[in-house]
């Protein structure tokens, strides 16, 4: 069975950070390249971030360039997002992707003072 289970999210102040992981299991991990997409409020699915199967290419959306940090495990089957410089606008359910479809059940950032 297919799983990715995210985990790390919660509340943070405008400014915080958050480490965001996902840990993969039932598929060939280091076969795939994995995204990280957010879901704010009222809003579509938005891609965020995306890594390679090796961890030697990353990409980012503007959004969110320079602030979030994509890398991935291979060892341990688990792709991790982390998040700096938090603003009240990354306030979303955050899901982890492998790239052919599979995705986890989502975790809950949410940035307020």
């Known amino acids: 069975e297919v799983q990715l289970v995210e985990s790390g999210g919660g509340l943070v102040q405008p400014g915080g950070s958050l480490r965001l992981s996902c840990a993969a299991s039932g598929f060939s991990f280091d076969d795939y390249a994995m995204a990280w997409v957010r879901q704010a409020p009222g809003k579509g699915l938005e891609w965020v971030s995306e890594?390679?199967?090796?961890?030697?290419?990353?990409y980012y959306a503007d959004s969110v360039k320079g602030r979030f940090t994509i890398s991935r495990g291979n060892a341990k089957n688990t792709v991790y997002l982390q998040m700096n410089s938090l603003k009240p606008e990354d306030t979303a359910v955050y899901y982890c992707?492998?790239?052919?479809?599979?995705w986890g059940q989502g975790t809950q950032v949410t940035v307020s003072s």
């Open positions: 992707n492998a790239a052919g479809g599979y």
């Open positions: 890594i390679n199967w090796n961890g030697a290419t990353t």
